[in-house]
C-alpha cells in the first residue's frame, strides 16, 4: 500500500519560492506577545540582509519592542491572495535580537528604504538623518529557526 503525497507538503514553497516571495513582499505583520499574553500583530516595512535575516526597526519605546524586550519570541507573517485558490503565504518563527547601535540601526534604515523603492543617498547629509532618526529606534533581526509556507495555487 503506497502512501498517499502530504497535501501541505504539496503547497509548501521551495526555498527558491520563499526567497523571491520575500524579496516581493512589501509588508510583514510581526507577532509579539503582549503583557496579558494575547499577541500583538503589527504590519512593517522590513529589509532582508545577505543572510535572510529579517530586519526592521521601530521607536524603543513602542510596544512591540516592550514586549520583545520581555519575551524575544516572534512570528513574522507575509500573505497574499483574495480567493482560496490564490492565497500564499509564510510564517517564520524566531527568536529576536535587538539592535540599539546607532550605526547598525541606521544600516538598517537603509536597507529597508532602498527595498521600498528610496533611492539610496550616501550624502553627508543622509547619512547624518538616517543617523539621527536612528537614535531613537531599535533595530529588530530575526533569523528564523522554523518555516511554514503555502501556495495554494499549487492546487490547481
Known sequence: MSKKPNQR?????TDAELRDYL???RV????SIGPDGVPHPIPMFYGIEDDGAIVMTTY???QKILNLRRDPRCSLLVEDGAKYFELRGAVLYGTVELIDDTDQVAAILALVATRQG????ESDEALAGRRY???????????????ASWDHRKLV
Open 9 to 13: 507538503d504539496s503547497i509548501k514553497l
Open 133 to 147: 532618526i536612528a537614535s531613537k529606534r531599535t533595530g529588530i533581526r530575526i533569523r528564523p529557526a522554523r518555516i
Open 23 to 25: 524579496a516581493s513582499a
Open 60 to 62: 524603543r519605546k513602542s
Open 118 to 121: 528610496e533611492p539610496s543617498d
Open 28 to 31: 510583514i505583520t510581526i507577532n
